[in-house]
């Protein structure tokens, strides 16, 4: 059972350069997330999907973009990568009823210099 | 506006000690969910409980027992007889939503290292 996988794992980005990272669920869930945890501010929400074909802003989107064209797969995008970015990002996903845990996959820690 | 607020930067015990890590919260909702995940060393995000502001029931698991106060706007995580397995950081979190997406407000973490 693979659950969330991220990918990748690691990546150093130039300022300015761009990246996108990929999130692939197995689960059939509905709803994605992506989180960036920084130290001593806990894991903050960037964007998030209510479904294949739609995305919203969470709570720190700017600098980022996302989409999800296929229920599966929730891509998280850095057009032009600044120092500030740096940090683990967290995919998630969670079913469409209820209330349930997310589940996260392992995280991408990502460096810009 | 949901806060979720975890005082205690890092906490630092003895193996076998128990431990209170604490979780405040701030909503404006009656109906909301309170979770704890735990991060160990090898950076994963382990759930480990969900609680809805309805039950202020106390659950235990094995050594884990959280205690749920309405009046305090508490959630508190205790370990009983920590081992050093338990090291690791907590975020405690909340969400407002009944059904759809769950935009979880973390809180800051406590790192608990469980020395031998």
């Known amino acids: 059972n693979a659950g969330v996988t991220q990918t990748p794992k690691f990546r150093v980005l130039k300022t300015g350069q761009s990246m996108t990272l990929l999130c692939a669920q197995d689960?059939?869930?509905?709803?994605m997330y992506w989180y960036r945890q920084d130290p001593g501010m806990g894991l903050r929400l960037i964007h998030y999907?209510?479904?294949?074909?739609?995305?919203a802003k969470g709570e720190v989107p700017d600098g980022y973009n996302v989409s999800r064209l296929k229920k599966q797969n929730f891509l998280l995008g850095l057009e032009s990568a600044a120092p500030s970015q740096t940090s683990v990002y967290f995919c998630?996903?969670?079913?469409?009823?209820?209330?349930?845990?997310?589940?996260f996959g392992n995280g991408t820690r990502l460096t810009v210099t | 506006a949901q806060k979720v607020t975890q005082a205690q930067t890092e906490i630092s015990v003895v193996e076998k000690e128990d431990v209170t890590l604490d979780c405040v919260y701030e909503t404006r909702d009656t109906t909301y969910y309170l979770f704890w995940y735990k991060q160990p060393p090898s950076g994963e995000l382990v759930f480990l409980i969900r609680?809805?502001?309805?039950?202020?029931q106390n659950e235990i698991s094995g050594r884990y027992s959280w205690n749920f106060q309405k009046s305090t706007s508490s959630f508190n995580f205790t370990i009983t007889a920590s081992q050093v397995v338990d090291s690791a950081v907590y975020f405690c979190a909340l969400s407002e939503a009944e059904e759809g997406a769950q935009k979880l407000v973390f809180g800051q973490g406590t790192r608990l290292t469980i020395n031998p």
């Open positions: 999907s209510v479904g294949e074909g739609t995305t």
């Open positions: 998630a996903s969670t079913r469409y009823r209820g209330v349930s845990p997310l589940h």
């Open positions: 609680r809805n502001s309805f039950d202020e």
């Open positions: 689960m059939n869930h509905e709803y």
